[in-house]
């Protein structure tokens, strides 16, 4: 079954499913058959298990709503907005959590957050579908229906892009062709910009350098353009949050891509790991950060002599040079720690002569 871009095929049929909403109601039930709780469900997910698991309950309750809702494709990032506000009738109340699916646990926290200044009695979760191996832990689950693995999962009130939310079963994104996603380090001068034309031509990646994207984004006047501009004029950084919605756009506009080379991004470590929480949602990753590697004064003579041709003001004074080298160090350093816990940082030298560099790059990538 094809939704928009992905293929998905099938996992849980209608019966596993009822049979897990019937498990979790009964449990509950059995806690608080003497008490008439208040069930809130999560919209728009749980819809389908909210009202099935209302069927097989069987005592007196009640049942409200919330809608939390994130900036698209960026909900593991924690940026929660909630649409739906908790009912008020709650106070002294045994409040019951129904969730259709727990991972990371980030919209846990906002609703565990939501009813954190209420006087509820008791507040518990139950989820149908809980992925253990990426949960954070943070929160005791009191009921789960199912436990699965860290698959993107549609159907049964889930969705891919709004489509699937229908599906009387659950189905799973089907494995993909290999990806290769890079992140491309380098000083000013070593030469990534004409690596990464070669890379994204020998590969079929797509080069997203968040420099062009600010611009294109700022020159076309998009809605993340005059975001990003309104942060600019203030004389603000513009937050991580701004960037990582114009690398979604980017990745969502090149589905053929056999992949894709980061170049300017992330530059913090926070940055790295909402990257890397972005990228989870589309069920990709980082596959290798390479570092390409020149001594520092083999560079200012580079720099020195683009500066010639360029007309750059800061490719022409060797102070300011040293300065950009200087805040390169104080920001890669965090982030090939973070790179090297996770085995992914690669050094390559990057003197020589184009291709031979071109071909270091190739037998990193293609020991991947």
């Not at 294109?216 to 990582?244: C, F, H, Q």
């Not at 973070?338 to 085995?343: D, F, H, L, T, V």
Request: charged fraction near 30%; glycine fraction near 6%; hydrophobic fraction near 35%.
């Amino acid at each position: 079954m094809k939704l928009h871009d992905k293929t998905f095929v099938p996992y849980l049929s209608e019966a596993e499913i009822l049979a897990a909403v019937k498990k979790v109601a009964h449990a509950v039930a059995e806690d608080y058959k003497n008490q008439v709780p208040i069930f809130v469900g999560v919209l728009n997910g749980a819809f389908m298990f909210v009202a099935d698991f209302l069927k097989a309950y069987p005592h007196p309750c009640e049942l409200s709503f919330v809608k939390l809702s994130s900036y698209q494709g960026l909900t593991s990032t924690g940026i929660v907005e909630t649409l739906l506000d908790p009912p008020d009738n709650i106070d002294g109340r045994s409040v019951i959590i129904l969730e259709d699916i727990i991972d990371s646990g980030r919209t846990l926290q906002e609703l565990v957050h939501l009813f954190s200044d209420t006087n509820v009695k008791e507040f518990k979760i139950a989820s149908l579908f809980y992925k253990s191996e990426v949960y954070n832990g943070e929160y005791t689950i009191d009921y789960v229906g199912i436990e699965i693995p860290d698959k993107f999962i549609v159907g049964y009130g889930l969705d891919y892009k709004e489509l699937g939310r229908n599906l009387r079963e659950v189905y799973q994104l089907e494995n993909q062709r290999h990806m290769i996603n890079l992140v491309l380090f380098g000083k000013p001068g070593a030469g990534k910009g004409t690596q990464a034309e070669f890379l994204k031509e020998k590969y079929n990646l797509k080069h997203i350098s968040t420099g062009d994207l600010f611009r294109y984004n700022m020159k076309n006047d998009t809605e993340l353009g005059k975001l990003a501009k309104s942060y600019i004029d203030r004389g603000d950084l513009v937050p991580d949050e701004v960037t990582i919605r114009m690398l979604q756009d980017d990745v969502e506009k090149n589905p053929d891509a056999s992949g894709f080379i980061f170049d300017g991004f992330p530059r913090t470590t926070a940055q790295a790991e909402a990257l890397d929480a972005f990228l989870k949602t589309k069920d990709m990753k980082i596959n290798a950060t390479i570092a390409l590697e020149a001594k520092d004064e083999v560079l200012i003579q580079r720099l020195l002599e683009r500066g010639k041709v360029s007309g750059r003001s800061d490719d022409q004074d060797e102070d300011k040079i040293r300065n950009r080298f200087e805040e390169y160090n104080q920001k890669t350093a965090p982030l090939k720690d973070y790179y090297e816990k996770q085995g992914k940082f690669h050094s390559v030298n990057g003197i020589g002569a184009i291709d031979e560099i071109t071909q270091r790059l190739a037998k990193v990538i293609e020991e991947l």
